[in-house]
């Protein structure tokens, strides 16, 4: 309430406005009940007059993380997709999975969201409304009596992701993706189950080809290689990762060409000298 009075008593343009709510809604991850705090600031954004962007959406997701657990985030994501305060975009649950795991404290949470700033507002820039109809088209459905949702089923997820997007923009969404999906593995069963994933939805992308014009599986995997450093995960996760996807590439039937080594060549820069 204090924060919403400050910011009626500035006179500054809509634009600077917009960024003194964002900011304040990102502050609504360390209120005592998040969920009230971010419908307050959100109503008086749009009473301003104000249109949501993506810096807004990025700041909604963060509040989020500040509930005190895993299910209680991932009903108020739920509760907003449903109300369109944000969009219906499978990938939020899927970042808030990863915020929780490998934040057990507030703190690690706002750090993990921090590092996710850039691939969040990239993601949910790069793709229209249009295209997250055709993604919920896409995703597995659910048999009678399964209530898991699209990111519980990692494989269908990234399959969706290359089958409906173009090859740069499916890369930089399956990044944030495989690296949540690698950190829950903890066995050497756990790891085969990753990659009997990754090489299904692989799979599924050439065949989907056939239909949809073709799947470049290469330029996937290396989009997704070039995107993991701005995630800000360790060089160890990076590589693991890296070797993981080649690997399930190279056996799908893809075809490395001169023009993935140009994409490479072009990229590095992104990458530290191990991961290189």
């Known amino acids: 309430t204090e924060g919403l009075q400050v910011i009626r008593h500035f006179r500054v343009s809509d634009d600077a406005q917009l960024h003194l709510f964002n900011a304040l809604l990102e502050g609504c991850m360390g209120a005592s009940?998040?969920?009230?705090?971010?419908?307050?600031?959100?109503?008086?954004?749009?009473?301003?007059?104000?249109?949501?962007?993506?810096?807004?959406?990025?700041?909604?997701?963060?509040?989020?993380?500040?509930?005190?657990?895993?299910?209680?985030?991932?009903?108020q994501r739920a509760k907003l997709q449903a109300s369109g305060m944000l969009p219906a975009h499978p990938c939020l649950e899927a970042?808030?999975?990863?915020?929780?795991?490998?934040?057990?404290?507030?703190?690690r949470r706002r750090r993990c969201m921090d590092s996710r700033r850039?691939?969040?507002?990239?993601?949910?820039?790069s793709v229209s409304p249009e295209l997250l109809e055709r993604l919920?088209?896409?995703?597995?459905?659910?048999?009678?009596?399964?209530?898991?949702?699209?990111?519980?089923?990692?494989?269908g997820l990234l399959r969706a992701y290359i089958t409906v997007l173009s090859t740069e923009c499916a890369g930089i969404h399956?990044?944030?993706?495989?690296?949540?999906?690698?950190?829950?593995?903890?066995?050497a069963e756990e790891k085969a189950m990753f990659q009997q994933e990754m090489e299904e939805a692989f799979a599924g992308g050439i065949a989907s080809g056939d239909a949809?014009?073709?799947v470049d599986i290469y330029g996937v995997v290396v989009h997704t290689a070039l995107s993991l450093n701005r995630l800000e995960v360790s060089d160890s996760t990076q590589i693991r990762v890296i070797r993981s996807i080649f690997s399930v590439a190279s056996k799908s039937g893809a075809v490395w060409t001169e023009a993935h080594v140009a994409l490479v060549e072009g990229g590095v820069w992104h990458m530290s000298p191990d991961v290189i």
């Open 212 to 214: 949809l014009g073709s």
């Open 95 to 107: 970042l808030l999975g990863e915020c929780y795991l490998v934040g057990g404290s507030l703190e």
């Open 33 to 75: 009940n998040p969920g009230d705090r971010i419908a307050e600031v959100h109503a008086a954004l749009i009473a301003a007059g104000l249109t949501p962007t993506v810096e807004t959406y990025y700041a909604l997701v963060k509040a989020i993380a500040g509930a005190e657990d895993l299910a209680a985030a991932q009903e």
């Open 118 to 125: 850039w691939w969040l507002k990239e993601v949910l820039a």
């Open 174 to 187: 399956a990044a944030q993706l495989l690296v949540w999906r690698y950190m829950l593995v903890r066995s």
């Open 136 to 155: 919920a088209t896409a995703l597995p459905q659910p048999e009678d009596g399964d209530s898991s949702t699209p990111c519980q089923n990692c494989g």
